[in-house]
């Protein structure tokens, strides 16, 4: 298990803790900090330190070589995970805390200790334990308020963020037949689990409220594991033990979410990305390994390449929303009929069906047709309900349609919350988001998941992923700094009061518009369309996210899935 691959998955579980931190522009600089617990994952040296043996130093090589070129104490050939955390959060390498001299404080302190465990007893005299380690971090706060003054030092121990391994050297022990005879696996995981909280809760008191937990990893697979076994096998029960604590480590975290009022904490499934990592090797690619997917119109005849696009800016379910201006969701279902003629016709049936049916089809449709509904010119005699009904039944008919054709896995977006985009906050008054839209987003949504639950049992192999849209921009538009972006009620790019209105690169006529210097920083490129930055942090959630915004399977799975 590498650790620059691991690291890229670790960052994204939990960089809302940093960026709300360190991508505040109102807030110093100087104030972010990182600060490491735990073992051998994170000991970048501490060992080196104290009195201990060989066995739990990396002072020589070949470690470090890689990046570094000589031993730095560091369990890996170059960084490990926190060095990278450090580097995305614009810190520098955080040095061990016992390297530190008086009044050199550079974004932080590792207190972590290879070989280190939850209980005292793990590696006794050999290591510095998890309850050491905390009482280190209580000597280094007293030192920050006598070098830098109460108030600056409180700061930085409250915004600071604490990332912690520990549990994997604790487990190890009790698979040793000399020790732990007379207690079973789940009372030696709740010791474990106790010294933890109890450690959690001494950070909370000494000011810290941001927590990044590791969990254990598949502690059976590790090769100093499948050594003890027939045929290099993975050890079941060391894998027992480690989703034991993890379950316990995650229902404890959030049970001191309730408890400690400003607890924040981000748990990365160590275990399960792992996993994947050890039975997969050769299939890392973040996203699917596909090229950019072409416009169906564009592609010539015997030019296919992964995939069609039917998309149309500004369609809709309905056939009458913007007719005879876009290429509506029916056509582009007949769309979708033409290009299977041609791949059976340039690649023979048995091929062709195969690249229907194991395709994925994304769609996001429905926006424009709200977008009209809102209009007091028009739908006067309809309701709100019932007009969802004829916007969800022909988004069913095309679902139905494309099954027919052959395909078998869906990847349904849900509607944001367009209330909130610069387009609609400039139709209200002091910039507020409208509540009729995002009313009608939501029952859209509802109805949405209704259906395609409906169509898994009614049509044999049907799959999909639904992503949680309104969610996740809501959380983005409520909260910007925490996923980085400086702006989230005006757009990059337009005119009028929150650049709402569509005239982005002279759209409608209309020559003079605004567009910012820095993209990234909004949620908004342009009136109701999200910039690169957040479209990226939205396919990230759709590809790998928990069933918490995209169910019940992520894209990742999706594409793996063999069809029916």
Known sequence: MSTPNIH?????IFASLLSSTCCDIDRPQHDVALFVFGDSLNDAGTNNYINTTASFR??????????????????????LIADFIAEYANLPLIPPYLQMKDGEFMGGANFASAG??????????FVVDLKMQLKQLQQLEKKLRKDMGSERAKRIIKEGVYLISIGSNDCFLFFNPALFQSISMEDYVGMVIGNITTVLKGIYEVGGRKFAMIGIGQLGCVPSKRALTRNGACAGEANKIAKLHNVALTSILAKLETQLQGFEYSYFDFYTSGSERIQYPSKYAEYANLPLIPPYLQMKDGEFMGG??????????????????????????????QLEMKLRKEMGSEKAKRIIKEGVYLISIGTNDY?????????????????????????????????????????MIGIGKF?????????????????????IAKLHNVALTSILAKLETQLHGFQYSYFDYYTSGS??????????????????????????????????????????????EHVFFDSGHSSERANRQYARL??????SVIRPRNLKALFKHEGA
């Open 475 to 520: 959380e983005r538009i409520q909260y910007p700094s925490k996923y980085g972006f400086k702006e989230a009620k005006t757009a990059c790019c337009g005119s009028g009061p929150y650049r709402g209105n569509f005239t982005c690169g002279g759209q409608r006529g209309v020559k003079e518009y605004s567009l910012c210097r820095h993209p990234e």
């Open 116 to 125: 280190a465990g939850a209980l005292v007893d793990t590696y006794k005299g």
């Open 371 to 411: 977008s009209l509904f809102l209009n007091p010119a028009l739908f006067r005699s309809i309701s709100m309900e019932e007009y969802v009904g004829m916007v969800i039944g022909n988004i069913t008919t095309v679902l139905k349609g494309i099954y027919e054709v052959g395909g078998r896995k869906f990847a």
């Open 542 to 547: 759709m590809w790998k996210g928990s069933l």
């Open 308 to 337: 069609a696009n039917f998309a149309s800016g500004g369609a809709g379910a309905l056939v009458d929303t913007y007719k005879g201006y876009v290429v509506d969701l029916k056509m582009q279902l007949k769309q979708l009929e």
């Open 58 to 79: 990396a002072n020589f090589p070949p470690y470090g070589e890689t990046f570094f070129h000589y031993p730095t104490g560091r369990f890996t050939d170059g960084r």
């Open 419 to 439: 209330g909130c985009a610069p387009s609609r906050r400039a139709l209200t008054r002091n910039g507020a988001c409208s509540g009729e839209a995002n009313k």
């Open 8 to 12: 890229v998955l670790f960052f994204a």
